[in-house]
């Protein structure tokens, strides 16, 4: 692993998701392979090519607001989310007030602004004339997440549509390690929304029923949403305050195959780039898993599979590949945070988590350990990666922690 630098560590996580309310649900359930894609409730979906969404179960979380100054969806995400990250982290909104411009946030998302767009659209509709106010609290976003959480450094909102998670994770390390900051509250959510669910049906994207990543039957995705968020911090303030520490984010990589504005590169050069500068600073045999992109499309599970082929071309049974989107849908500009947190927890609980429904593998598949059932493993590092519209390209490398630094 890097040798220079400071040691970029995670000390809590909270997580949302269509199979699961917290953090323990929905680890417990990608363990055992649980189905969060059903039927959509929040709109009516049965014109699209599926109905079927990774949709939370908590119908005390609306889908629209009435009024221009109420909480939409994403800010009720963000609230669990958060919440349940520093209470994992055991560190208080006054604690890192106390950082002050030492502690950041570096959030993602896509459709953070959808609700008060839709808010202005439907009140037209009611009213006849829509209240401007709605548009003007959009800007006010951000600011949301500053004040839930108490940091008073620098703020990043990261939109590289699917791959904006895993960037706003890699932003939080460069952070860390120029020493720009201790504490990085970083993390990713979007709402399930049916606009993003028209424009995957327009893309001719959407699976007929119900995604299956890796398969030679595949045909598409389905929307998810949720999210998720992290407690990053130096290694020296994790020990300092004596927190848990899940384990490191060792390395990232960013990259941009300029192929076409939706379709990946077929020979995905971007991926490719990023998945190894990623792992640029530990040896490739190091690597026991990848959490795919995985979305369970005809081009990027191809193209995905042919890349990780290439890069570890030398390796067997002996490395694990799966997707956690199988269970819970893509959850866009979540994605790449809540797969970092099904890794981390993968790392710390030495339990690999299944792709659900790949009944007949692609052949590309067959040289690795495409896990379908649960499976116990020690790994020693992970890679999550997260491809995107407009040739955007992003892989973490996660390590297990130990004391001397080595996995």
Not at 247 to 257: A, C, M
Request: hydrophobic letters at 40%; proline letters at 2%; charged letters at 25%.
């Amino acid at each position: 692993m890097k040798k220079d630098g400071k040691r970029v560590v995670v000390t809590g996580i909270g997580i949302l998701t269509s199979n699961g309310l917290n953090r323990e649900q929905v680890f417990a359930n990608c363990a055992e392979g649980v189905n969060g894609l059903v039927e959509c409730t929040l709109f009516d979906a049965k014109k699209l090519k599926t109905a079927c969404v990774g949709q939370i179960q908590d119908e005390t979380i609306p889908y629209l607001t009435n009024h221009a100054r109420d909480k939409e969806r994403i800010h009720f995400i963000l609230d669990r989310i958060i919440d349940e990250a520093m209470l994992d982290a055991a560190i208080t909104k006054e604690e890192i007030a106390q950082l002050g411009i030492r502690a950041s946030v570096s959030f993602a998302t896509s459709l953070a602004a959808n609700g008060r767009i839709s808010g202005f659209v439907e009140e037209q509709k009611r009213e006849g004339q829509a209240d401007p106010e709605w548009l003007t609290q959009i800007p006010a976003f951000t600011l949301y997440i500053k004040r839930r959480c108490g940091a008073q450094g620098s703020c990043y909102t990261t939109m590289s549509a699917c791959a904006a998670g895993s960037t706003a994770a890699g932003i939080a390390y460069d952070l860390i390690q120029e020493d720009k900051a201790d504490v990085v509250l970083v993390g990713g959510a979007d709402p399930l929304t049916k606009f993003s669910c028209v424009g995957f049906h327009v893309l001719k994207s959407l699976s007929s029923s119900t995604c299956r990543p890796f398969d030679d039957e595949r045909d598409g995705i389905n929307i998810g949403e949720g999210g998720a968020f992290f407690v990053v911090e130096t290694l020296e303030h994790a020990i300092a305050r004596n927190a848990k520490i899940y384990g490191e984010i060792v390395g990232y990589g960013l990259n941009n195959d300029a192929y076409h504005i939706t379709s990946p590169d077929p020979e995905g050069f971007g991926a490719f780039e990023s998945m190894r500068a990623a792992s640029k600073d530990i040896s490739l045999d190091e690597v026991d898993y990848i959490n795919a992109h995985g979305t369970g499309t005809r081009l990027n599970d191809e193209m995905e599979s042919k890349v990780i082929n290439k890069l570890f071309h030398d390796r067997g049974k002996d490395l694990c590949v799966s997707s956690t989107k199988s269970m819970i849908g893509h959850c866009l500009a979540a994605a790449g945070a809540i797969e970092m947190a099904v890794t981390l927890m993968t790392i710390k609980n030495g339990l690999v988590t299944p792709t659900i429904r790949m009944e007949h593998p692609m052949q590309s598949c067959e040289k690795f350990d495409y896990v379908t059932e649960k499976s116990s493993r020690n790994i020693r590092y992970a890679l999550s990666n997260s491809f995107a519209f407009a040739g955007n390209t992003a892989s973490l490398l996660l390590g297990s922690y130990s004391e001397d630094g080595e996995a």
